[in-house]
């Protein structure tokens, strides 16, 4: 199974709380990390990782308990917005996983999180990452929430702007003064209109707004700020991302 989990801090701005979960990540047998990205703006890093079912469960939870312990969110700092000291935790199906296994790997690490450090869990399924994110943000708390591609127009649309990933309040502003109040007015206003107005921002939420995936929409990998292994290594991995395969994501609320 791979996983992908986001955290609120960065190599740039906590070097030392950044290393103490890259060595968390590297200390639970059966886990691999494939890459880390890092950004000193968001102040947040995204690890991938793959391994055994039981050895991606306890580094999920074991990398949570660490960011609990190091990550100070009152003095937090950064354009991301900031769910917790554990943004979010995606699972996807890869081998000979199946969507139902992904599922039960979600609602064990839900329910050892809430018992053993106290947060409330929502568990997000979608076809990819970002459905999967904003369906984790839906009606809390521990509740399992569903957002597929078919479920965007009326599930997601009707909320406001600042509720997609990456709108801030920066940019909630300037969306309002080009009368975008709802994801749904975003979605449908013209990507050449908002590439002008906001740069290659207002292309990236146009994209976010109907429900495509960032990984789906970036042509060339993003440039790696932090730690790696080869492309080799990325290459070897099966392709886990197809329209049979569900991504499942702990949102996390302390």
Known sequence: VECIPNFSVSKEQDPVVFQGLVDVANSVPGCTVLDVQTDGDHNRCVFTMVGS??????????????????????????????????????FIPTMDMTVE???????????RIWDELGFTVNVGISSNK???????????PNKVHTLFPEEVEGKMWPLPVRDLFLVGAATERKLKLMGIYTIGDLAKTERTLLKSKLGKHGETIWHFANGRNADMVTPEPAENKGYATSEVARMALPLALSQYVRSFLLSMEH
């Open 53 to 90: 079912p039981e050895a991606i469960e306890e580094v999920a939870f074991q990398m949570t308990k660490k960011a609990t312990e190091l990550i100070d969110m009152t003095k937090h700092k950064g354009q991301h917005p900031r769910m917790g000291a554990t943004d979010v935790i995606p």
């Open 130 to 140: 970002l459905l999967a994110k904003m369906a984790g943000d839906f009606e809390k």
């Open 101 to 111: 296994e992904c599922v039960e790997i979600s609602k064990r690490l839900a329910k």
